[in-house]
């Protein structure tokens, strides 16, 4: 089993409109959360941090379910410049794991 | 400018011949990782580091070997290079591990194997 599974997509969406992301991870024992962005090919940039509190950062919210095993992350009124994929990313014990990628595409 | 540097960025290669990828960091991060990427993949962590002569396995580090002998620089060994090391790799450093410190990556370096 994965470590950490996505729905690669793609997301196709309008210009305004508001797209989730989820992600699962199977060690229980993992003990912090991210979300990348990647733009075609380049290199991963981080998007924001997922706290158990859930936090937010403009457009965008990180939740983190640790019952569930589960992350999301919801963007606000899409903007063309947000597209690209998202990677879900887990922390255990000095390695991480990445998540295949969401791939999303907001359109005029 | 804060960044990670890895080098060469393209690189054709033919089976069997030894290649280092070279990795440097000006932030005075800790800790520093390989990853490869590769289509449905996603990124796999090969070795990462935790400080200087601390070395661990990623979860694919067959076919690699790494080294760190100072903070800065991170370099990553194919002995004999396979056609199966063909992917994209992405070096990456944070000042720690195990916590809630960005990971800032190199541009890649996209590795061909004849």
């Known amino acids: 089993r994965k470590e950490v599974e996505q729905d690669p997509g793609p997301f196709n969406v309008p210009e305004g409109a508001t797209v989730a992301f989820n992600c699962t991870y199977s060690n229980s024992a993992s003990q912090s959360f991210f979300w990348y962005r990647q733009d075609c090919r380049k290199e991963p940039k981080l998007l924001m941090s997922?706290?158990?509190s859930g936090n937010e950062d403009g457009r965008f919210t990180a939740q983190l379910n640790r019952a569930s095993q589960y992350i999301s992350l919801l963007i606000r009124d899409s903007k063309l410049s947000d597209s690209a994929t998202y990677l879900c990313?887990?922390?255990?014990?000095?390695?991480?794991?990445f998540g295949t990628g969401t791939s999303l595409t907001v359109i005029p | 400018e804060a960044q990670v540097t890895q080098n060469p960025r393209y690189l054709i290669t033919v089976t069997g011949k030894k290649l280092t990828v070279t990795c440097s960091q000006n932030m005075n991060h800790e800790y520093m990782s390989w990853y490869r990427q590769d289509p449905g993949l996603g990124l796999r962590q090969i070795y990462y580091s935790m400080n200087v002569e601390v070395t661990d396995k990623g979860d694919v580090p067959e076919g690699y070997k790494v080294s760190r002998k100072e903070k800065r620089n991170f370099p990553l060994i194919l002995e004999s290079p396979s056609p199966n090391q063909t992917s994209l790799y992405f070096c990456a450093s944070s000042f720690r591990g195990s916590s809630y410190n960005e990971q800032f990556f190199g541009p890649g370096t996209r590795l061909t194997v004849l």
């Open positions: 990313v887990v922390n255990n014990r000095n390695q991480f794991y």
């Open positions: 997922v706290y158990s």
